[in-house]
């Protein structure tokens, strides 16, 4: 079986199979996914894949700089996901977008 290339909180996947979650902001570590790149979802809990996505973009930004739009693409509020950002990434600022579209799921 093939590896997965990004992983997803398990409490995520019915928002990006329904294309309402269309971005993910993560960390430096994270940071070297690019425009084109077709990537196999699994989910963090168990690894187990669940769908393909294509990176359409990435950005830089920080959680001062967290607008309306990264909160609507991630389908929660802005005071929202400014919290889930802090509490998976503590005592981090400087994050990367990833902007995607769902290919196909299992």
């Not at 997803?8 to 902001?25: E, H, M, P, S, V």
């Not at 991630?74 to 600022?93: D, F, G, H, R, W």
Request: glycine share 4%; net charge negative; aromatic share 10%.
């Amino acid at each position: 079986m093939q590896p997965n290339d990004i992983t997803f909180f398990q409490r995520f996947q019915d928002d990006i199979l329904a294309g309402r979650k269309t971005i993910t902001i993560r960390d430096e570590s994270e940071a070297h996914f690019k425009t084109g790149d077709i990537l196999r979802v699994g989910r963090f809990e168990d690894d187990a894949y669940f769908c393909t996505i294509e990176v359409v973009g990435t950005s830089t930004v920080t959680l001062d700089t967290l607008t309306e739009k990264h909160a609507q693409q991630e389908n929660m509020t802005l005071a929202a996901l400014k919290e889930v950002i802090a509490e998976i990434y503590p005592n981090q600022s400087q994050f990367y977008v990833i902007d995607f579209k769902c290919l196909s799921s299992d």
